[in-house]
């Protein structure tokens, strides 16, 4: 609402998933209150990321080129499919073998049916406003189907696990809605300034990226950017996700580029040579 450029999609990602486990087997080890010290690290990088966009520090991004940021949206996918994969491995060795082999099948069939949803613009049926259509909620519509799928009757399997998600309006652990900074011990306020500094600079490039891949010159936007005040609302943003208790969010990789192509009014022309 507040965004300078609201095309930019933002969510929580692969890295920032990866960065909250660290931080989670960081406090076991250290004996820290896991929320606290979690809302310190994000108060910190919320801070910094305020700063650096009053300093003008997105300004730098000028220098990325397509390539690194191709290459940092391939990092992205990898850690997408490498966590996949290893939480399929983690229920063959924790679960029993028809349930583990349920959801193999069900997410080797949710990807398959939204590679082929995703490429309906190439059909050869349907009306090309359809096919767009088909195309662009393709991949919800996969999730959607093959969720529903486990519900069959002759699919009910044992102990197929699922989302922990309470039945009332709730947070999931019944812990309270806010996390009270101010309980934190010294040590946990002064040993969060580091990774609050690793997460800013991963919000830098992560954020970045994904705002100069929803805004390249093929989209031919009429909006144009604001890199340093959307980054600012980002810092703000992440404040807030940390008194919440939950994950900060920032723009998505490969959604937000994704999401700007779908509402892309695309031509697509033949070259001719002698």
């Not at 399997?157 to 699922?162: G, S």
């Not at 830098?204 to 144009?224: A, C, E, I, M, R």
Request: positive net charge; hydrophobic residues 50%; proline residues 5%.
């Amino acid at each position: 609402m507040y965004a300078g450029q609201p095309l930019v999609v933002v969510g929580v990602t692969g890295p920032v998933s990866i960065f909250a486990h660290t931080v989670y087997d960081l406090s076991t080890k250290f004996d820290f209150n896991f929320l606290r010290w979690m809302c310190w690290i994000g108060l910190w990088g919320g801070l910094i990321n305020i700063l650096l966009a009053i300093f003008n520090a997105c300004s730098l991004v000028k220098y990325a080129t397509r390539f690194s940021c191709e290459i940092f949206g391939c990092l992205i996918a990898v850690i997408y499919i490498w966590s996949a994969i290893e939480e399929l491995v983690r229920q063959f060795r924790h679960y029993e073998t028809e349930t583990a082999l349920l959801s193999l099948l069900l997410a080797l069939g949710t990807f398959y049916f939204a590679s082929v949803l995703a490429a309906a613009r190439e059909w050869r049926v349907f009306r090309k406003q359809i096919r767009g259509i088909i195309a662009d909620y393709g991949a919800a519509a996969s999730v959607i189907i093959f969720t529903a799928i486990q519900f069959f009757q002759f699919l009910k399997v044992k102990d197929l696990p699922r989302l922990p998600v309470p039945h009332n309006f709730n947070t999931t652990s019944g812990r309270g809605w806010w996390i009270n900074p101010f309980t934190a011990g010294a040590p946990e306020i002064c040993s969060a300034i580091l990774p609050g500094i690793v997460i800013a600079a991963l919000f830098y490039f992560d954020h970045n990226v994904s705002s100069l891949l929803s805004q390249k010159p093929d989209f031919n936007l009429k909006k144009g950017s604001a890199f340093n005040w959307d980054y600012c609302v980002l810092g703000l943003t992440m404040i807030i996700c940390a008194i919440l208790g939950i994950p900060p969010t920032n723009g998505l990789i490969p959604q937000a580029p994704l999401h700007v192509r779908s509402l892309a009014k695309i031509k697509i022309g033949k070259l001719y040579s002698d």
